[in-house]
C-alpha cells in the first residue's frame, strides 16, 4: 500500500487515525478524534467529524460532511454532495448534541451524488441509493433506492447492476457481469456463495 497523501490546503487535526495509502484533497478537515481506515479517498471541500468511523477503500467525493454519529464500512462510496445529517429535530436556538442519531452505512453502499441520508437509519450491504433521493428510514441489502422520499424500487448486484427481480416474493437472479447468484426470499435478497 502506497503512502497517505495530504494536500497542503487540508487539515488534519493532532489525533486523527488515518490508515495507509489514503488520499486527502484540497480544502478538506479530518477532526482529532475520527477513525479512518485504509486506502480512503476525501476529494476537495470534505468534512469528517470526531465521532466518525470509516472502513477501508472509501471514497468521498467532493462537498460531502460526515457529521458525528456516522458510521461508513469498508467500501462505501459517497457521491459528490450528498447529505448525512445526526439531528432529527435541530433548532438553532436549542442544543441537541445529547439527541445525536447514529447512522450506519454498511458495506459496499453506495450513496449517490446530492442525496441525504436522515439520521437515525442503516443502509444495507451493498445497498445503492440513487442521486437526489431523501433517505429516511432503514434500507435492506441489495436495494435500489430512488425518490424523494426514497422508496425501494429493484436490486442491485454487488457489482452495481440492476438484478431483473420482483421488489418481493421468491425469485433468483444472476448478475451478467460477475456470475453471481442472488436469491430473493420475501423482502430480502442474499447474495449465494459457492
Known sequence: MTATTIHASAVVDEGAQLGEGCRV???????????????CSF??????GNDVTIGDNVKVQNNVSI?????LEDDVFCGPSMVFTNVYNPRSAVARKDEYRHTQVKRGATLG?????????TVGEYA???????VNRDVPAFALMLGVPARHAGWMSRFGERLPLPL???AEATCPH??????LRGRQLEMLLG
Open 168 to 170: 418481493e416474493g421468491e
Open 67 to 71: 457529521y458525528d454519529a456516522v458510521t
Open 43 to 48: 476529494g476537495q471541500n470534505v468534512f469528517v
Open 25 to 39: 484533497w484540497h480544502f478538506v478537515h479530518i477532526c482529532a478524534k475520527a477513525r479512518v481506515g485504509r486506502g
Open 113 to 121: 451524488a446530492n442525496c441525504t441520508i436522515v439520521c437515525g437509519i
Open 128 to 134: 445503492f441509493v440513487g442521486a437526489g433521493a431523501v
Open 178 to 183: 460477475t456470475g453471481d447468484r442472488y436469491r
